[in-house]
């Protein structure tokens, strides 16, 4: 069973700065896929990025990803306020059962 | 638009059962995979089930393996969760997602606005 860690726990950034999240997979995916979501309180998880690298409709060119093995990393280039939330990995297809990262927070410094 | 509702979560006693309910609109329903999807308070993404298009195809976690039944009436555009034993760690918003076939992956692509269950005595 894949194993998830994000890191870090939370992230204090200011509006404008750069933020880097990671995901580590133990053991390494191989094959299979990594996405990224956004969780705001009180909404649905959405999801940004599919297949390991490839942002989902609708999600802006600010947030790129990429990785392979067991390191992988979300980027936001320039944080809008909008983009202060939880968010989370997730693995699929290394077996029937599907795995999140239990979350980094990104925090308003 | 593809919308998901989710419906039947309830305050219910240790012990108890719940049927939750999701209602698929602006989609061809039986294209796709189906999952729930749960997040106690103040934890992370927990994934509890699986569904194929025909319902032949069927995992859980093991967190409620044995516990949970989930099930899909593709004729209703619906999807179930019938959850027994209900303990005080199951207490969460559970979500219904979509798992879309890009192609060269596949991700949840569209959730409920979820429905919470509370576990409570």
């Known amino acids: 069973e894949i194993v998830l860690t994000q890191s870090p726990d939370t992230l204090s950034l200011s509006p404008g700065e750069r933020a880097t999240l990671s995901c580590r997979a133990s053991p390494s995916l191989g094959g299979s896929y990594l996405a990224w979501f956004q969780k705001r309180p009180g909404q649905s998880p959405r999801l940004l990025i599919y297949g390991t690298f490839t942002r989902a409709t609708g999600i802006p060119d600010r947030f790129s990803a990429s990785g392979s093995g067991t390191d992988f990393t979300l980027t936001i280039s320039r944080l809008e306020p909008e983009d202060f939330a939880v968010y989370f990995c997730q693995e699929y297809g290394s077996s029937p059962s599907i795995t999140f990262g239990q979350g980094t927070r990104l925090d308003i410094k | 638009q593809v919308q998901l509702v989710e419906s039947g979560g309830d305050l219910v006693k240790p012990g108890g059962s719940l049927r939750l309910s999701c209602a698929a609109s602006?989609?061809?329903?039986?294209?796709?995979?189906m999952s729930w999807i749960r997040q106690a308070p103040g934890k992370g993404l927990e994934w509890i089930s699986s569904i194929s298009h025909t319902g032949n195809t069927i995992f859980y976690a093991d967190s409620v393996q044995g516990r949970c039944t989930i099930s899909r009436d593709n004729a209703k555009n619906s999807l179930f969760l019938q959850m027994t034993n209900l303990r005080a760690e199951d207490s969460a918003v559970y979500y219904c997602a979509r798992l879309y076939d890009y192609g060269a992956a596949e991700a949840f692509d569209v959730w409920g606005q979820g429905t919470v269950v509370t576990v409570s005595s």
């Open positions: 602006g989609v061809r329903f039986s294209d796709y995979y």
